[in-house]
Every structure is written in structure tokens, then in C-alpha cells.
Nanobody, 127 residues
Framework: QVQLVESGGGLVQAGGSLRLSCAAS????????MGWFRQAPGKEREFVAA????????DYADFVKGRFTASRDNAENTVYLQMNDLKPEDTALYYC????????????????????WGQGTQVTVSS
């Protein structure tokens, strides 16, 4: 079982930045592919970013490319999402997700591919 705890959300003005963190329990963090998703009120949960076990491979949703960066520190069991140039439409509850994989370079872009989820951290961007 993997427990995930997100932090770093908050209220920011448009154009500002936030850095989300997701801390994972256990000793097998380096075996986990990690992802970030978000869900706005009344909308379905959507993919934001994914990072492979090694951190060498990342994927992003088109609407965050060039603004968001996913990274991880396997020694600290933590994955990050650096969010720059935030827009009001980025307002949502942001979730961290994890799934075991034997493949070091794989990234997972779909909610159904993840077994473990955090509780989410709220990001609110004012105009």
C-alpha cells in the first residue's frame, strides 16, 4: 500500500507560480510511476503531468506544456509539480497518483492506470 500526501496548493494571482509536492510512504518509491491530475467543480478529473520511475521521462497535457514541470526526488520519496504562469482556468483540486511499474521509462496518462491516489490540494488562481 502506498500513501500519498499532497501539499503546496493555495491562492495565487494570475501569472503567479506554485510548487506542489507529493510525499509517498514506503521504501519502493523508485518503483512507482507518478502522475498529477486535477479536477475542477463540475468537471471530470483530467490528466496534467506524468513522470517515469527514473524521472527521465515526462509527459504533459497540452494546456500546461511550457508552464508546468514535473520532477521527482527518489531519495526523498517526493514528486513535484512546478506551476508557472498560472491562469484562472488552472483552478482545481490537484491530485497526485502512483502506480507500480517494472519499466523505468514508462509514463501513465490515464486515471485508470493508477492504483494509488492522494487526497488532493486546492489551487485557486484569481484573475
Amino acid at each position: 500500500q502506498v500513501q500519498l500526501v499532497e501539499s503546496g496548493g493555495g491562492l495565487v494571482q494570475a501569472g503567479g507560480s506554485l510548487r506542489l509536492s507529493c510525499a509517498a510512504s514506503g521504501r519502493t518509491f523508485s518503483s512507482l510511476a507518478m502522475g498529477w491530475f486535477r479536477q475542477a467543480p463540475g468537471k471530470e478529473r483530467e490528466f496534467v503531468a506524468a513522470i517515469s520511475r527514473s524521472g527521465a521521462n515526462t509527459d504533459y497535457a497540452d494546456f500546461v506544456k511550457g508552464r508546468f514541470t514535473a520532477s521527482r526526488d527518489n531519495a526523498e520519496n517526493t514528486v513535484y509539480l512546478q506551476m508557472n504562469d498560472l491562469k484562472p482556468e488552472d483552478t482545481a483540486l490537484y491530485y497526485c497518483a502512483a502506480d507500480y511499474t517494472t519499466k523505468a521509462t514508462v509514463t501513465k496518462l490515464q486515471t485508470r492506470q493508477y492504483d494509488f491516489w492522494g487526497q488532493g490540494t486546492q489551487v485557486t488562481v484569481s484573475s
